[in-house]
């Protein structure tokens, strides 16, 4: 098991910044594929942002190239979302996730753990 815990959300200003982390505890955190998601009430879950298990290759949706950065710190058992730029359209709620996959991918079901989520805000 994989406990993922999200922080950092909050309520911005449009062109603001957040920085959002996801703490793991459990198995060895540097085995898993980590990823982003965000979603809106109703809607499904949409792909952010993912990272390889030692950081190497990062992938992202085509609306936050140049805007967000992914990374990771394995001794912290730590993945950031820094997020820049931000627009209203970007207001969801975020949550991280693990997978045992050996490349990253951007479907959900092939994440095995999910975080509880945190909201992020952005204020026209």
């Known amino acids: 098991q994989v406990q993922l815990v999200e922080s950092g959300g909050g309520l911005v200003q449009t062109g603001g910044s957040l920085r959002l982390s996801c703490v793991a505890s459990?198995?060895?955190?540097?085995?898993?594929?980590v990823g982003w998601f965000r979603q809106a009430p109703g809607k499904e879950r949409d792909f952010v942002a993912a990272?390889?298990?030692?950081?190497?290759?990062?992938t992202y949706v085509n609306s936050v190239k140049g805007r967000f950065t992914i990374s990771r710190d394995n001794a912290k058992n730590t993945v950031y979302l820094q997020m820049n730029s931000l627009k209203p359209e970007d207001t969801d709620v975020y949550y991280c996730?693990?997978?045992?996959?050996?490349?990253?991918?951007?479907?959900?079901?092939?994440?095995?753990?999910w975080g509880q989520g945190t909201q992020v805000t952005v204020s026209s």
């Open positions: 996730a693990a997978g045992s996959g050996v490349v990253v991918t951007t479907t959900p079901r092939r994440y095995d753990y």
């Open positions: 459990g198995r060895t955190f540097s085995n898993y594929v």
């Open positions: 990272i390889t298990r030692s950081g190497g290759s990062t």
